[in-house]
């Protein structure tokens, strides 16, 4: 791996910071430029190291991760993408912040390699991490939020455009969508793009959320 990842640790705990810390340092391609004990001290953090990735804690004692996810993807553009680390996989406080912006979620019981792969994962922006746990969160959220399903068709997607939101849903990657519509992969980015800006959407993560609460993809 030749291209350095920077990667920011949010955490109100020394010991998970410095766990993560050996364990992120130890890649060649992955580097900590900072850490921070809470939410408020995020966004001076990112502006003066350029972190790429944010590894952030979902409950903290002054600035929660969902607070400071929001005000972080809100202040910066372009803004890194953010790892949720929580010690619950059902917590709330999760789905809030995918919601609020967040690429995706680390358990804090999660294995070395597992929370490597994520941080390249989320920072490559290519496929999405964990589509079946999203798909449960959604799933375990909507459940107790009466909604109507709306749809998307005041978005205009092309019928392209919704083959590959609902392939992105199953989290497949940009090659393997191209693989499966037959298409070039930078056909693919190209209709990722056009949906996502479409879709007023940050990322992958947050397309796929928005087509489960509108009802576009079903969740059963």
């Keep these: 791996m030749s291209v350095n990842i920077p990667v920011v ?12 810390r050996a364990i992120i340092d130890a890649e060649p391609d992955l580097t900590v430029v900072g850490e921070a004990g809470d939410g408020a001290e995020v966004l001076p953090l990112v502006r003066r190291t350029g972190a790429d990735v944010v590894l952030m804690d979902v409950r903290m004692p002054a600035l929660d991760g969902i607070q400071a996810t929001r ?9 890194p993408r ?16 995918l919601r609020a912006g967040a690429s995706g979620f680390l358990l804090k019981r999660t294995p070395p390699d597992d929370i490597i792969a994520a941080i390249r994962t989320v920072a490559g922006s290519e496929s999405l991490l964990f589509p079946e746990a999203i798909r449960s969160l959604a799933l375990a959220h909507l459940d107790h939020q009466p909604h109507q399903p709306a749809g998307l068709d005041q978005y205009d997607l092309t019928e392209r455009e919704q083959e590959v939101l609902r392939l992105m849903a199953k989290g497949l990657s940009n090659a393997e969508i191209a693989g499966e519509l037959v298409l070039g992969v930078q056909t693919i980015k190209t209709h990722v793009a056009n949906l996502l800006g479409k879709l007023g959407a940050r990322d992958r993560t947050q397309a796929v959320i928005l087509a489960y609460e509108s009802g576009f993809v079903p969740l059963r």
């Design 9 to 20: 640790v949010v955490d109100d705990e020394p010991l998970i910071r410095s766990g993560l």
């Design 82 to 97: 953010v790892l949720v680390v929580t010690t619950f996989e059902n917590d709330d406080y999760v789905y809030d912040a």
């Design 71 to 79: 005000l972080l993807l809100d202040a910066l553009d372009p803004a």
